[in-house]
C-alpha cells in the first residue's frame, strides 16, 4: 500500500506540473513497465523541468512556430538567395574554430534486427577493417579537431538497454 500511494503522490506532482502526459498509457503498462516509469520520473528534478518550461514558453523566439526546414544546399546548381557550399563550409569550419560546434550522436537503439545483440553504434560496418560506427565516428572527430586544432566535444545520447555497452 505504501508504494500505491508513493506513486500517486508521483503521478500528482507530476500533473502539478503539466506534465501528465507522461502517463496517458499507464493503463497498458505491465506493473515492471510502470515501475520502471516512475524510477525514471524519480530521478528528473520536476522544479527544473518546470522553470525550463516556463523560460521557453516566455520567449518567443524559441516557440515551435518559428521552426522551419532549412534551405536545401545543392552544390551544383545553388539558387537565389542560397549561399554556395564554399561559403557553408566557411562558415562551418568558423563555428568549429570558435567552439560554438560538438558533435552529437543519439545511440540508444539495439541492433537486434541486425542479429547483433550489442549497440548498434559498435556493430562492425567497414568491410574491410570491420571498423564500427562508433570508430568512424571518432576518427572523423579526431580529424576535424586536428585540422582546426581545437576539441569538440562529442556527446552520445544512450537508452538505459545500452548505456553500460
Not at 526546414?69 to 557553408?88: F, H, K, N, V
Not at 549497440?119 to 564500427?132: A, D, H, L, M, R
Request: aromatic share 6%; net charge positive.
Amino acid at each position: 500500500m505504501g508504494r500505491q500511494k508513493e506513486v500517486s503522490q508521483i503521478q500528482k506532482a507530476w500533473i502539478d506540473a503539466g506534465q501528465g502526459h507522461v502517463f496517458r498509457f499507464w493503463d497498458k503498462l505491465t506493473e515492471s513497465q510502470r515501475q520502471h516509469l516512475v524510477s525514471q520520473l524519480e530521478t528528473i528534478d520536476l522544479s527544473l523541468l518546470r522553470k525550463l518550461s516556463e523560460k521557453v514558453q516566455m520567449a518567443p523566439e524559441l516557440t515551435t512556430e518559428r521552426i522551419e526546414p532549412c534551405p536545401l544546399l545543392d552544390s551544383q546548381t545553388p539558387s537565389a538567395g542560397m549561399i554556395s557550399r564554399e561559403e557553408a563550409k566557411s562558415v562551418g569550419e568558423k563555428a568549429i574554430r570558435s567552439g560554438r560546434m560538438a558533435a552529437f550522436t543519439v545511440a540508444g537503439g539495439q541492433a537486434t534486427r541486425l542479429g547483433y545483440n550489442y549497440p548498434k553504434g559498435v556493430f562492425p560496418i567497414t568491410p574491410v577493417k570491420q571498423k564500427s560506427l562508433f570508430q568512424v565516428f571518432s576518427e572523423k572527430i579526431l580529424a576535424a579537431q586536428k585540422c582546426h586544432e581545437v576539441q569538440i566535444p562529442w556527446i552520445i545520447m544512450t537508452s538505459p538497454e545500452n548505456h553500460l555497452a
